[in-house]
C-alpha cells in the first residue's frame, strides 16, 4: 500500500501545483490585460477638447503682427530758384506775419541764383522778406527794402565779404557789406 499511497500523494501534490499555477497565470494574465485596458477606457470616458473659436479655427499659422507703416518722407521743398528753396526767404519773425508779408521781386531770385552759380558754392540766406515787426527787431530802417522783398542778407562759406560784394555788384545788385558780421546785404 505504501506505493499506491505514495503514488495518490505526488499526483495530489501535481494537480494542487497545476492548480495553483494556473490560478497565478491566470492573475497575471487579468492584471496585464487589466493595465493594457485602462488607459483606452480612461480615454474613452474623458472630455473631448473644447472646440477652437472661430476665428482661430480660420486664422491657420500664426503670423506675426504688421508693423506700423512707416512714415511718408516729407515734401520735397518748393523751389525759388535752382539751388534756393522758397522757405529760405521766408520771414523769420515769432509767427507775427506767417512769414509771407509780401513775396520776394523775382529778379532778386534771379541775381541771387546767379551771384551762387558764379562762386560755385552754397550761398546761405541770412535773411529774406521782413515784416515790419522783425525789421523792428533787427533794427531794419524804416524804409528797409527786405519789407517789399526786394533785399536778402547773405554770405558763402570761404568767400571774403568784399569779393562776394564786386561778384553781386557786377551782376546789377546794390550792396552793403558788413565786414564785421560776415555778410551782405543785397537789393535791387
Known amino acids: 500500500m505504501n506505493v499506491k499511497i505514495k503514488k495518490q500523494v505526488v499526483l495530489l501534490i501535481l494537480a494542487a501545483i497545476m492548480v495553483t499555477s494556473a490560478c497565478f497565470l491566470a492573475g497575471q494574465m487579468h492584471r496585464a490585460g487589466g493595465a493594457a485596458k485602462r488607459p483606452e477606457t480612461e480615454t474613452a470616458a474623458s472630455e473631448p477638447p473644447e472646440p477652437l473659436p472661430p476665428e482661430a479655427q480660420n486664422a491657420g499659422p500664426e503670423e506675426a503682427p504688421m508693423p506700423p507703416p512707416e512714415p511718408a518722407?516729407?515734401?520735397?521743398?518748393?523751389?525759388?530758384?535752382?539751388?534756393?528753396?522758397?522757405?529760405?526767404?521766408?520771414?523769420?519773425?515769432?509767427?507775427?506775419?506767417?512769414?509771407?508779408?509780401?513775396?520776394?521781386?523775382?529778379?532778386?531770385?534771379?541775381?541771387?541764383?546767379?551771384l551762387r552759380c558764379a562762386c560755385g558754392s552754397p550761398v546761405i540766406i541770412t535773411s529774406g522778406v521782413r515784416c515790419e515787426a522783425r525789421n523792428d527787431e533787427v533794427g531794419g530802417v524804416p524804409w528797409s527794402f527786405h519789407k517789399r522783398g526786394d533785399a536778402a542778407d547773405l554770405y558763402c562759406p570761404g568767400?571774403?565779404?568784399?569779393?562776394?560784394?564786386?561778384?553781386?555788384?557786377?551782376?546789377?545788385?546794390?550792396v552793403l557789406p558788413y565786414y564785421g558780421s560776415g555778410y551782405l546785404h543785397v537789393e535791387i
Open 73 to 114: 518722407p516729407p515734401p520735397a521743398p518748393v523751389m525759388a530758384t535752382a539751388h534756393f528753396a522758397r522757405d529760405e526767404y521766408r520771414c523769420d519773425c515769432a509767427g507775427y506775419c506767417g512769414g509771407w508779408p509780401c513775396e520776394m521781386n523775382p529778379a532778386l531770385l534771379d541775381k541771387i541764383e546767379a
Open 159 to 174: 568767400v571774403p565779404v568784399g569779393d562776394l560784394a564786386q561778384m553781386a555788384q557786377a551782376l546789377g545788385m546794390n
